[in-house]
Structures are given as structure tokens and as C-alpha cells.
């Protein structure tokens, strides 16, 4: 690992939760170059399929950020998506890929510079980390199985 390496992150960013323009501004013309945004209308409209398709396209880290429970522009679907995100940490624990290199932020609408402490705190947890391994799209041979 050289010292100029940066980790590539993964934002799936609400598309509610950054009412300040300009957070608003800096997420959308601003972001570094190691960062890829993806808007969604709600963090309970990922699929652990987008995650995990972000992860063999070799992103180091994913933050998903959204809005606060109970300002929550679809009721409940934030918290549907912590709850998916908890269960969907096991299996990304087995497939060897660390928990700590996926992240859930609550944002308040009113918190300016808050995007940028996340993903601030994100890369340093990254930079720990290190790459991340690449992740094969197969699960290992069994005995006997043909290659």
C-alpha cells in the first residue's frame, strides 16, 4: 500500500437528507474523485444487491446516509433499511469483507458539514482497514466439485 493510496467509497445518499445547498452543492459538484455518489429517494429503497454489486466493482467502503427515524420522508423506510443493513452484515462477514467498511448515517436536515465528517470518519476507518480484498463472484470448490 503506498502512502497516496485513498479508498474508494461508495455514498448512497438520501435524497432528502441534505436540505443545506451547500452540503447540497458539495455532494453533487464537489465530491473527491475516490468517492462514487448514488442517489437514492430513500435509504429503505436499497437493495443489499446494490451494496453488494459495489463491493465486486472493488469499493474499499460503503456510507449510506439518511435521514434522522423520525423525519423520515417515508415513514419508516429508513429504519427498514437499518434493519436490512444488520442483517445483511452477517452475510458480508462470511463472504470474508469487514463490517467496519460499511457504514449507516443519520443526518439531520439542519446538519451543515455533517456528509463530510461521515465521510471524513469513513476514510480514516478505511486508510486502517486498507484495501479491500477483491471478493470472488463464486463461492469456493466444494470437494469433488470440477473447476
Known amino acids: 500500500m503506498t502512502k497516496t493510496w485513498k479508498p474508494r467509497i461508495t455514498l448512497f445518499q438520501c435524497q432528502w437528507c441534505l436540505y443545506a445547498e451547500a452540503d447540497q452543492h458539495w455532494v453533487d459538484?464537489?465530491?473527491p474523485n475516490n468517492i462514487h455518489l448514488v442517489k437514492?429517494?430513500?435509504?429503505g429503497k436499497i437493495s443489499p444487491l446494490y451494496i453488494l454489486n459495489a463491493i465486486?466493482?472493488?469499493t474499499d467502503g460503503v456510507l449510506?446516509?439518511?435521514?434522522?427515524?423520525?423525519k423520515c420522508h417515508f415513514k419508516e423506510g429508513n429504519l427498514g433499511a437499518r434493519r436490512q443493513l444488520d442483517e445483511f452484515s452477517r452475510f458480508l462477514?462470511?463472504?470474508?469483507?469487514e463490517k467496519d467498511r460499511v457504514r449507516f448515517a443519520w443526518l439531520d436536515l439542519q446538519?451543515?458539514?455533517r456528509i463530510q465528517q461521515e465521510l471524513a470518519?469513513?476514510?480514516k476507518n478505511l486508510l486502517e482497514l486498507g484495501p479491500a480484498?477483491?471478493?470472488t463472484t463464486r463461492l469456493p470448490l466444494q470437494e469433488g466439485e470440477a473447476a
Open 133 to 135: 480484498d477483491k471478493l
Open 93 to 97: 462477514n462470511y463472504i470474508g469483507y
Open 56 to 58: 465486486q466493482g472493488g
Open 121 to 123: 470518519v469513513m476514510e
Open 64 to 70: 449510506i446516509s439518511g435521514c434522522l427515524p423520525e
Open 40 to 43: 437514492v429517494p430513500c435509504t
Open 111 to 113: 446538519e451543515r458539514g
Open 29 to 31: 459538484h464537489q465530491l
